[in-house]
């Protein structure tokens, strides 16, 4: 015990060490719910004004998520509807082309037909009146190469 006398001498603590230990626990007990309690409500204001909202902002941000897939299904999907529309629209111009492009071809055919059968008479004709001058024509010849 004398050890521990002597260390509270050397550190310079007396009797109204207990003393004012005592007043220091019944002032803290009195006072620390004045100050604390206020201290404890600064506390969790700003706890519910940070960690709190970062909840709330993970909850905005995942909407934000959602509508950002709905935002690209939408543009896929109107993507494939005008892809749909364009082959659509190029599949009844092709129609309308090979129309057009049969109309023509069976117009040149008609017409090539037509030519094709004023000429074949035309040469019939000509050959016709060919074989008929023939007999005088050969006999013509005969003559001249036996004179």
């Known amino acids: 015990m004398n050890t521990i006398v002597t260390i509270l001498n050397s550190l310079k603590i007396d009797a109204t060490f207990l003393v004012q230990f005592a007043l220091f626990v019944v002032f803290f007990n009195i006072i620390a719910p004045l100050l604390f309690k206020k201290l404890q409500e600064v ?34 999907k109107t993507h494939q509807d005008s892809q749909a529309i364009a082959s659509k629209k190029k599949a009844e111009i092709l129609a309308k082309e090979k129309e057009i492009l049969n ?34 024509l050969s006999n013509n010849l005969v003559e001249k190469l036996t004179k």
């Open 43 to 76: 506390l969790d204001l700003r706890e519910s004004k940070t960690t709190k909202l970062e909840s709330h902002a993970h909850h905005i941000y995942k909407q934000a998520e959602d509508l950002a897939e709905q935002y690209k299904g939408s543009v896929e």
């Open 103 to 136: 109309g023509a071809e069976e117009k040149m055919s008609s017409d090539y037909d037509a030519k094709r059968s004023t000429l074949l008479k035309e040469i019939a004709e000509k050959r016709t009146a060919i074989m008929a001058e023939a007999e005088k």
